[in-house]
Structures are given as C-alpha cells and as structure tokens.
C-alpha cells in the first residue's frame, strides 16, 4: 500500500475452524463498524467475486469432481488472487475498510496442515497470491474440537466439512499450533460462550485499532503526521 497510511482503508480478517460463528461475527463487526462512520466491505474467502464465488462452488458444492490436493491449493489461492487485485487492493485504496471472513491461515491450515502440501509451498503461493496486501487485524477464533461438532450437527457438511475424524482434528491442531507461534497482527480470541460474547471479545481488539488510525489521522491534520502500520506480518 503506497498511499498514505493514515487515509487508506484497514483490512481485518476472522479466521478459525468451522463452527466458530465468523460470519456472524463478520457481520456484527460491520455493523459496529458502520456505526462509527466507516465505511466496510465484507467479503468471505474463497468468494467475494464472480470468479471467486464460481470456484467455492467447486471446491465446496460438488462431490463428483475429485479435486486432487495441490489442485485444491491452487484453486483456494487462485480465488484469493482475483479477490485481491479485484476488490480488496483497489477498497483499500480508496479508504474503505475490509472484513473478510477467512484469509490466508486458512489455506496453511487446510491445505497443509490437514491437506497434507508442504507449508511451504503453501506459504510461497498465498506471498504470490497477496501481493503485498497484508491484514491489520488477523482475529482467529478458538474452540474446541467438540464445539465445532455440536454447532454444526444441525446443518449439512459441504465438501470440506465432509473430510472426516482426522482432517477434522488437523485442522484444529493446525490452528491451535499456528495461533500460538504469531504474534502481532494475530490474535487469539475465544470463540465460546454467546454470540454477544464473543463480539464483545473482538470489539475490544477492533476498537484499538479505529482509535490508532483515528488518532493518526488527527496527527496528519495537524502538524505532527506519522506513519502508523507497525504490524510485523507473517503469512
Ligand atoms: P466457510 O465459508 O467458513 O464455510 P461455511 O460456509 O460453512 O461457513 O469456509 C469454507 C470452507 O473452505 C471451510 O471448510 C474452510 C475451507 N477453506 C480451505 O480449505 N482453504 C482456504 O484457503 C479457505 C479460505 C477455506
């Protein structure tokens, strides 16, 4: 992002297993945001455009195309890469703020961890796929293994969600490993208790960091003006 840090937009992912409430988090989030006068795009990954939403149906809609593993990365970063240059780059740019409902911890965790491709291969495609564009916020939900289960018996599995026992506990392993390693922009949070909760918990991380970019944007205004990105990002 070359333009200035104070006016361009901030870009917030909710990650986490599934069962971990993001999208109406992402939503809840929106809200509070819009509230406050800024202006946010919400999109979810893979999706968010056209090609994008054409390739989830692919790799979570359908049973009888077999998807081989690497292909399955592939297709997960290819979607990333459009939404990217397409949507999130250009929103960014003009000072609108992005939630996106998962992003690339994602893809580490699935594809690699539970996937079983190298992380590093992973980590190579999702630099490429990013294209410099790093999140501000990266809130990844926590909850048990059992949660996950309990949340979604009542709704039909889609493809990734069809894997089975083992996957499933790689993914949670994956996230759990991962979440612990990272530090700033990731943060932990749980993802138990009511949905009011858990909005609370993640309200409190997002307000610092609306206040930060408020309090630039005065400095900008006035005669003090600085630069205040200094998340170190580790994808
Ligand atoms: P999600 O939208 O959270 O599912 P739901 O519609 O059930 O809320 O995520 C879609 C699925 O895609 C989820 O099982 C995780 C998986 N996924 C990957 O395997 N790799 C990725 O890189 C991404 C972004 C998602």
Known sequence: MKKNEATRGRFIVLDGPDGAGKSTQVKLLAAELEKRGVTVKSLREPGGTALGEAIRALLLNQTTIHIDALAEAFLFQAARAHLIR??????????EWIICDRFTLSTLVYQGYAGGIKKKIIKQLSSAAIDG????AYIVLTLPAKTSVDRRANRSADRMESKGETYLKNVFNGFATESKKRGSPYKKVDGQGTVEEVQKRIWSHIERVLTAVQSSKFKVNGTIGFTLRACKIIN
Do not use: N, Q
């Open 133 to 136: 564009v790093k999140p501000d």
């Open 86 to 95: 397409e949507v999130v780059g250009p929103a960014l740019e003009r000072g």
